[in-house]
């Protein structure tokens, strides 16, 4: 393939040199655009970072390309005597194409990730890998494949692969740091999905409605899994904003579908990879209808006003799982059905000390309820998020948090103790400081942070206390959008790991007899946001 590219090449540039003599060539010559032509765009992001950790999956087969909890399904454990160090890498290109001929009311994006641990294969087939000597590996993973029109002004209709961001905001017209800190910040759903949604931005107003297909399966059966959303924001005042959401997810599947032979759905074996509660019917027919409805505000979210910066969100998740059998999965477990109610709230709070953005304290507090029973009185009262359905379904990664929650420095390894906010159903109380300076306005930015996280029910043969994190970083910008970074953190593991047998530890500690080694991770990343 190498060969034939360079002989095409080899083609046209033989072409242009001969082009040089034919008469008139001149004139064509002349109408060549001064300015670049803006239909087509091209932006991309790369990182590429050096890891190392005492933090490693024990099945060989997913040779260290891990997604969900630590401890969970994904075999990821700690180690006192082993770590692991490796080089990473990752671009995630965007095109997108915006023809005048339709006076830029239908655009054309396309996103793309290629990602691969230095060193891992060569001459292959599949995602997440090519960075093996001799490389030529077949990777090339579609992110979105949308189309957005524009019947009207403020109206757009995207269609395809695109974006499911649980935030007001347009994902292809807002900074992401801003989608993370409002709405309910990607901790129900932040992944990407095919569909169709509407949107109407005014300029002190936004309102959202979608349908999403999960997941199809068989084309001639109802056996799918469908979301609906509808989600809208008013500007109240110069600095409050308001706003409301519905979602509803109408699973008929029985866990057919999803991530390789994980499968997806409240019965999958996603759950435990995930960290996320596991509706224990067994190997039967079951179906959910799971519906959400919350509330969120922000003040001053771009921090630009003033010192403060203020948001929030509480969320409610109701419904009905079904069996669709009288099984009886144990003696006093009849699961077929069982009523759905959780909530969760949140709130940040961020105070500007100084000239920069980067001045900053900021106090992150969550609470999530929990189950503290399982599925013995027909009722789950814990959370349910998008990572019932996806790998992952929801990324809550702006806490400020590494280890013990998630963050957004990563390529192909993403676990840290709670992925999702549910916590295994457990429920969760957690508090995360941050202090960030820039050292060098604008150039120079050192920060640090504390995390404390609690579940709010206590594992069998453990406690509450799941443990405290310290991290920190300093970071350099070599210009707009270009850094280098250097990030470590440590968590200190609490007794809610305290596990006094296997048989309970298996959902908790991944399967070991009591509380597993703490956590510990240093890198060192360069990114470039390029366009």
């Known amino acids: ?3 034939f590219g360079a002989f095409i090449i080899l083609l046209l540039i033989s072409s242009h040199l001969m082009s040089q003599n034919i008469p008139g060539n001149q004139y064509f010559t002349k109408e060549i655009p001064e300015k670049a032509n803006r239909e087509f765009q091209f932006i991309a992001y790369y990182i590429n970072q050096g890891v190392t950790s005492n933090m ?3 099945n060989d087969f997913l040779k260290g390309q891990i997604v969900g909890r630590l401890f969970g399904g994904n075999t990821s454990k700690t180690s006192n005597t082993k770590t692991s160090a490796y080089v990473e890498q990752r671009l995630i290109p965007f095109f997108i194409y915006q023809p005048s001929l339709f006076n830029g009311k239908a655009i054309l994006r396309a996103s793309f990730e290629l990602d691969w641990t230095w060193g891992d294969a060569a001459y292959g087939v599949g995602g997440n890998f090519g960075g093996g000597f001799s490389a030529d590996q077949v990777n090339l993973q579609t992110q979105n494949l949308e189309l957005e029109l524009i019947p009207a002004k403020t109206w757009a209709i995207n269609l395809g692969l695109q974006r499911i961001f649980d935030t007001p905001y347009n994902p292809y017209r807002t900074v992401f740091d801003k989608m993370s800190n409002t709405g309910y910040r990607l901790a129900y759903f932040g992944t990407d999905g095919t569909g169709i949604s509407v949107r109407k931005d005014n300029d002190f ?11 199809e399966n068989y084309v001639h059966l109802n056996d799918d899994v469908s979301l609906m959303e ?15 959401s519905l979602y509803y997810v109408r699973d008929r599947a029985s ?5 390789s032979i994980l499968g997806q759905g409240l019965n999958s074996l996603m759950a435990s990879h995930n960290g996320v509660y596991k509706f224990a019917y067994g190997d039967v027919p079951n ?32 419904g009905k799982a079904d069996t669709l059998s009288n099984q ?7 699961t077929r059905a069982t009523n759905i109610f959780g909530y969760a709230g949140n709130l940040r709070a961020s105070y500007r000390y100084g000239q920069t953005l980067n001045d900053n304290l900021t106090l992150d507090v969550t609470y999530t309820s929990g189950d503290a029973n399982g599925l013995a009185d027909k009722k789950y009262s814990g959370v349910i998020t998008g990572n019932q359905w996806g790998a992952p379904g929801a990324i809550f990664i702006s806490s400020g948090s590494y280890l013990l929650m998630p963050h957004g420095n990563v390529v192909n390894r993403f676990t840290p103790t709670i992925p999702d906010i549910s916590n295994m159903g457990y429920g969760l109380t957690a508090a995360v400081l941050t202090a960030s300076k820039g050292f060098i306005p604008n150039k120079v930015i050192g920060k640090v942070g504390i995390a404390n996280a609690f579940g709010n029910v206590a594992p069998k043969g453990g406690r509450h206390y799941m443990g405290t994190e310290l991290n920190s970083s300093l970071s350099y910008n070599f210009g ?15 007794d809610f790991y305290d596990s006094k047998q296997a048989s309970y530890g298996s959902a908790v500690n991944g399967g070991i007899d009591g509380r597993p080694v703490s956590p510990w991770t240093a890198f060192a990343v360069f990114k470039w946001l390029m366009f």
């Open 230 to 244: 509808l989600t809208g924001e008013k500007d109240i005042t110069k600095n409050w904003k308001l706003g409301a």
């Open 255 to 259: 866990g057919a579908g999803g991530v």
């Open 205 to 215: 107003s936004r309102i959202k409605a979608g349908f999403y297909k999960l997941y």
């Open 56 to 58: 490693y999956p024990e």
């Open 1 to 3: 393939m190498k060969k």
């Open 480 to 494: 707009p959008f270009m850094s280098l970074e250097v990030h470590g953190a440590y968590l200190k593991l609490g």
């Open 287 to 318: 179906r959910a209808d799971v519906g959400w409805a919350g509330m969120f505000f922000s003040r001053n979210a771009d921090h630009w006003v003033d010192p403060w910066q203020l948001s929030g969100f509480f969320n409610m998740n109701f």
């Open 328 to 334: 009886k999965v144990s003696k006093t477990d009849f």
